[in-house]
């Protein structure tokens, strides 16, 4: 994501990225982060939560206007109502295909570590 | 103006299992320190039009989906292609196409990815101008992002130009 925000932000038009995920997000140099620790997943918050979404889509957004140098990182004042650890263990994600390869091929986590990304498999 | 390490306060990797947390650790070291792209907002947030990008991988349920099988042949392999996802769509015009993350709140509830309502009554309240009538989505898994950046991102520029769009919220998953 912030590969293809440097990209938008440096054909003139200005960016922020929401994100939960901050030091990730801000890596590979973004103009404007607003973090959020939120799970994964639910950037915005939970489902049907109106007035919550609605709350950190404009304090996000006023990274826009506050953000005076490039790599600001704006941390948003919300905190998540339950511990980490017990998101993580109520998480539902299935596991991906990549996951499931290394399982069966446990050698083949060192290349995703290292970022040599076989071509074709 | 270069990257520097600068944190959130906070463990940007608490909610993660240890495995995707040593990962990502190993990539955030990797990358190197380089200009920053810098382009200032132009008007007040009052009157600027705003797109939303999530990386979500929404797709219209009357449209094509992101290609989940190719990624199951080949699981170093990301859909690198986009969608565009009208300022009108809700919930029940969608569906997510991506097989990292939890995708049933996103699903029941399209604003917890893509706030599109929830940008709609910004506009109302005047606290953004407008919403643009085009947002966007791509599924964010993608280990080598060449062809997104070569393809897809180009045309979503194009496409945020022609539609005269100020900012830009991208939110990823």
Redesign the interface.
Known sequence: ?G?????????????????????????????R?A?I?Y??????????D?RG??AV??A???V??EAE?????T?LPFVWPEP?KQ??RE????T???????KRKPWL?LK????E????? | ????A????????????G?TK???K???E??E??????????K??GE?R?AL?S?AGVALREGEPFDQEG??R????GDPSFRVIPRSACSEDVRLCH????????E??L???L?L???G??AEEG??GEAAPSHYS?M??L???DE??RTS??A??QR??EEQ?????????
């Not at chain 1, 991906?96 to 290394?102: A, R, T």
């Open positions: 994501m590969l293809a925000q440097r990209e938008i932000e440096a054909a003139g038009i200005a960016t922020v990225s929401l994100s939960m995920i901050p030091d990730f997000t801000a890596a590979p140099g973004v103009p982060v973090a620790a799970p994964n997943g639910r950037p915005l918050g939970n489902p049907r109106a979404q609605q889509l404009e996000a957004l006023r826009l206007e140098e490039p790599g600001t990182v941390t980490a998101v993580r998480s539902h994600g299935e991906p295909p990549i996951g499931q390869l290394i986590y995703l570590v290292s970022g990304i076989p071509r074709a498999d | 103006m270069t990257a520097t600068r944190s959130a306060g906070f463990d940007s990797l608490q909610f993660l299992d495995a040593r990962v990502i190993a990539w955030i990797r990358e320190r380089r200009p920053i792209p810098w382009t200032p907002l132009k007040p947030l600027c705003i990008i990386s990624e199951r080949n699981p170093w392999w097989l990292h993350i939890d995708r049933s709140f996103g029941s509830d604003d917890c990815v706030p309502a929830r940008l009554e910004l606290v953004i791509f964010g898994y280990l080598d992002a997104f950046l991102v180009p979503i520029i945020l130009k769009v100020d900012a830009v919220a991208l939110v990823p998953v």
